[in-house]
């Protein structure tokens, strides 16, 4: 048999050979063989692997290519240029597996360089290494709501949220529970409103590496509004000198009732409660229908009573705030009531003859106060230490008979005290 030996040029990228002979003077056909021919290619990542390297572990990808089978070496190497010992097989005809150490890389650029039997240049397949993805559990969304919460884990690395073409960006992060929750508000108010109750979408949460994640989310029914419309404040069965310079300020051992329209939904449920609690939430207490503290004036206006010194005991005391609470558990939002002050038991002031020399205010838990003046501007004042445990108090000579107190639970506000100036026994 003459032949001639063939050159790669001249050669289609895929072929088939079949071996032909004799035997003695008989010809035969051998076996066929499938041929492919070496030559620079585009490789394809398997769709499955657009995000598959994650740094941190050892992790594996996978090449696509008609040359698959001529490739006898693939090395790779990260951002700076450091070779990855890399090891890899022929998964398929055309699919190669690849597997690459990066336990202690850093997200970035990697390249992969295959090399082909005969081929001076290795193909240069150029690939992202990430670290890991946020873990998304639930977005929760109210029909109505301007924001909603998504809760996970690695939401630092939330860029945004997409829903029914509705764009959300992060507005804070918190944690609890051993879950963040990161609160995400829309960029276009008006588009939310177009949201349905019980809707079934798909949220398009991006990440700041450019991946993007995809959860189902169902859209939930309103959440209960309300709207005070007037409050009234009693002061408390004892007896006290002191005048609140702030209307705000309730006292502790006093009574507050307010009015309240329902706005979302447009009647009150009779199983819906409202929740009265301090702006750290360590003390709270829930108003209802059924215990006597709401009652209804119309199908949309209620009235609600609270008196805090039954409710929160004696040690509470700052800013209240209510919410309305569907039957279902569902809550408004916060809204401010008042501001919760404790009052201490004033009796009367002792003055010396010399009007050079301070006074003494008698009465009980002084602790409770800031400071004292004579005047309204507090150009003459004291300020009370932390820990005062005296029934007698030095104060700048009163006014007449009125001193101006600012209360440690609203030192904000100056309050006036009218008290029975004696002189000192």
Excluded at 319 to 330: D, F, Q, W
Aim: glycine share 8%; hydrophobic share 40%.
């Amino acid at each position: 048999m003459i032949g001639h030996p063939l050159r790669a040029g001249e050669l289609d990228a895929g072929l088939t050979g079949t071996l032909r002979g004799y035997w003695g003077f008989q010809a035969f056909d051998g076996p066929t063989f499938h041929l492919q021919t070496p030559h620079p290619v585009k490789w394809v990542l398997a769709s499955d692997d657009a995000n598959a390297l994650i740094v941190g572990r050892n992790d594996a990808f996978h090449l696509q290519s008609e040359t698959a089978p001529c490739v006898d070496q693939v090395t790779m190497k990260d951002q700076r240029g450091k070779q990855l010992k890399a090891t890899w097989k022929l998964l398929k005809a055309n699919e190669l597996e690849v597997e690459v150490p990066l336990k202690d890389e850093s997200a970035g650029p990697m390249l992969t360089l295959v090399a082909q039997s005969g081929l001076s240049k290795p193909d240069e397949v150029p690939l992202q290494a990430y670290s890991e993805a946020a873990h998304l559990d639930h977005f929760a969304l109210n029909a109505g709501d301007q924001e909603g919460v998504l809760t996970g884990n690695r939401l630092d690395q939330v860029a945004g949220l997409e829903l029914d073409a509705i764009h959300f960006v992060p507005a804070g992060l918190s944690r609890a529970d051993g879950k963040d929750e990161l609160r995400l508000s829309v960029s276009n108010a008006a588009a939310a409103t177009a949201l349905k109750a019980s809707q079934k979408l798909v949220a398009h949460v991006a990440l700041k590496d450019g991946r993007v994640l995809d959860l189902d989310t169902v859209v939930e029914p309103p959440r209960p509004r309300v709207t005070l419309l007037n409050r009234s404040v009693q002061t408390g069965s004892t007896p006290s000198v002191v005048r609140f310079g702030n209307s705000d300020d309730l006292p502790q051992d006093g009574q507050i009732s307010f009015f309240l329209k329902t706005e979302v939904p447009a009647a009150f449920p009779r199983a819906e409660k409202i929740e009265i609690a301090t702006d750290d939430g360590s003390a709270h207490v829930s108003l209802s229908l059924a215990d006597g503290s709401l009652v209804l004036e119309d199908a949309q206006t209620l009235m609600g009573t609270l008196q805090p010194l039954k409710s929160f005991g004696p040690s509470v005391f700052g800013t209240l705030r209510l919410r309305a609470v569907s039957e279902s558990g569902v809550r408004g939002d916060w809204q401010p009531l008042a501001k919760l002050v404790r009052i201490p038991s004033l009796k009367e002031v002792r003055c010396p003859d010399s009007p050079d020399k301070p006074c003494n205010l008698i009465g009980q838990n002084l602790f409770l106060i800031d400071s004292v003046a004579s005047d309204s501007q507090f150009a003459h004042n004291i300020v009370v230490p932390t820990g005062f445990a005296d029934s007698a108090l030095s104060v700048p000579r009163p006014n007449g008979t009125l001193l101006f107190i600012k209360l440690r639970d609203d030192p904000s506000a100056i309050t006036k005290a009218a008290l029975a100036v004696l002189p000192e026994p």
